[in-house]
Each structure stands twice: as structure tokens, then as C-alpha cells.
């Protein structure tokens, strides 16, 4: 009954940026854990950048502290993700991902289909 859906994917030149927005429909609970999650290319999940909607704490991975910022638009039932000075190594197929409750834990309930982010030298 949950959806999350992706939008503003695109390609981009090394440098340059890119806004993600994961629209939910349907309820999932009164605060929840809203995360965006990229594949690495060994086919692995590595979570990108997560806000809890209760504090608007984020968290953000390693590689793209500092380029990246997550928020989250209450009126529209949205989190974004402003992707700033892209690198190649940026490239990937990015999910939306929530979970009704905090962030701690590595579990996720529901999941957008997903959308390509491609980022050119």
C-alpha cells in the first residue's frame, strides 16, 4: 500500500549536480527513517545518506559527506537528495528507502523502484 517513487535522475558532467526526490504515498507511520540507497558496482547496497524524520537527523556515508544533503519536504510527503559536485565514481542506480522508525537499524520496509544517475568525466 506503501509506494516510494524516484524522480530527477539524469546524466551530469564531473562537477556538476543533481536533485533526487522520493515521493511517498500512503501511510507508513507518524516519524520513519527515509534513506537513499545506491549499488556499488560489485553489486553491493551501500546506504548514501538517511534522515529520521522526527529530529530531521541525518546521516551520511563517508563518500559523500560533504557533497550531499538530504531533507525532507513535509507538505509534499518528500525527501530530496541535492547531489553536489558529482564524480564518475557517483554512478549508479539510486533506490528510496523508508523504515517506521529511527535509523539505527538495517532494515527497510519499503523501496521505490529506483532511478540511474549516471555522471560523465
Known amino acids: 500500500q506503501v509506494q516510494l517513487v524516484e524522480s530527477g535522475g539524469g546524466s551530469v558532467q564531473a562537477g556538476g549536480s543533481l536533485r533526487l526526490s522520493c515521493a511517498a504515498s500512503?501511510?507508513?507511520?507518524?516519524?520513519?527513517?527515509m534513506a537513499w540507497f545506491r549499488q556499488t558496482p560489485d553489486n553491493k547496497r551501500e546506504r548514501v545518506a538517511a534522515?529520521?524524520?522526527?529530529?530531521?537527523?541525518?546521516y551520511y556515508a563517508a563518500s559523500v559527506k560533504g557533497r550531499f544533503t538530504a531533507s525532507h519536504d513535509y507538505a509534499k510527503n518528500t525527501l530530496n537528495l541535492q547531489m553536489n559536485s558529482l564524480k564518475p565514481e557517483d554512478t549508479s542506480m539510486y533506490y528510496c528507502?523508508?523504515?517506521?522508525?529511527?535509523?539505527?537499524?538495517?532494515?527497510?520496509?519499503?523501496w521505490g523502484q529506483g532511478i540511474q544517475v549516471t555522471v560523465s568525466s
Open positions: 528507502a523508508a523504515h517506521p522508525h529511527n535509523c539505527l537499524f538495517d532494515r527497510f520496509d519499503y
Open positions: 500512503g501511510a507508513i507511520a507518524t516519524t520513519v527513517c
Open positions: 534522515l529520521y524524520t522526527g529530529t530531521n537527523t541525518t
